[in-house]
């Protein structure tokens, strides 16, 4: 168990040991959710929930957790109750490409992908491999909850995306453009992640080139 802002979290060697870093995607997501429309938080690849459940404990919404593998789905719902927050989140197991009905919508997105590339995926012998194996490029997760976004998130809502590295985060601004998603921010933590903050036009009207800077 890891003390996770004021959360306690349960996990296992088959998941993702909770980053303390990451726990700045759940305030800053925290932040925006507090200015955005009602509706519901989604958060993709979860994991054992962390990121999403201690969103929710600083700015109640209710919360679904997506992920593929079923032991992280079974340590979100125990950290779930364990947190007060049952009531609050639904969790998901599965391909997120097929855990949403096609009409719902979510006024803020977690995303938290694998994003080490698969050749390098070796550094990392302690980390389930499916919790961190992006891709060659590490981006094929990030690609799909990317694309889940763009199904599911509603008008003048927001995502945060975690990813790896700002390289990573210059291929989301490629990746978007043409589409009514916008970047607004990136955050770098050197040496820990990248943050990602996308936005949606409240109408399609309104919607802007993506653009973005980065905040060390």
């Known amino acids: 168990m890891i003390r996770f802002g004021h959360l306690d979290i349960d996990f296992d ?18 932040e925006l959710l507090a200015d955005l429309p009602d509706g519901p938080v989604l958060e993709l690849c979860s994991g054992a929930g962390q990121i999403g459940l201690l969103t929710v404990a600083l700015q109640e919404r209710p919360l679904v957790c997506v992920d ?12 779930a109750d364990r947190a007060g927050l049952g009531h609050l989140v639904e969790v998901r197991e599965g391909d997120m490409e097929h855990a949403m009905d096609p009409e719902e919508g979510f006024s803020l997105v977690i995303a938290d992908p694998p994003w080490v590339p698969t ?24 690609k799909m909850c990317l694309a889940t976004i ?52 409240a109408q399609p009207s309104m919607a802007e080139p993506a653009d973005g800077y980065l905040r060390a």
């Open 13 to 30: 060697d088959r998941v993702l040991r909770p980053r303390p870093w990451t726990a700045r995607q759940s305030e800053w997501a925290a």
């Open 68 to 79: 593929a593998n079923p032991v992280a789905c079974d340590f979100t719902r125990a950290n």
């Open 119 to 142: 050749a390098q995926v070796e550094r990392y012998p302690e980390d389930p491999r499916l919790a961190i194996d992006g891709g060659e490029d590490g981006m094929l997760i990030a």
């Open 150 to 201: 763009e199904r599911h998130l509603s008008p003048g809502g927001a995502a945060v995306l975690q990813l790896g590295t700002t390289a990573q985060a210059q291929r989301v601004l490629e990746m978007i453009t043409g589409s009514d998603l916008s970047v607004h921010e990136v955050r770098d933590w050197p040496g820990e992640g990248v943050l990602v903050h996308i936005a949606r036009a």
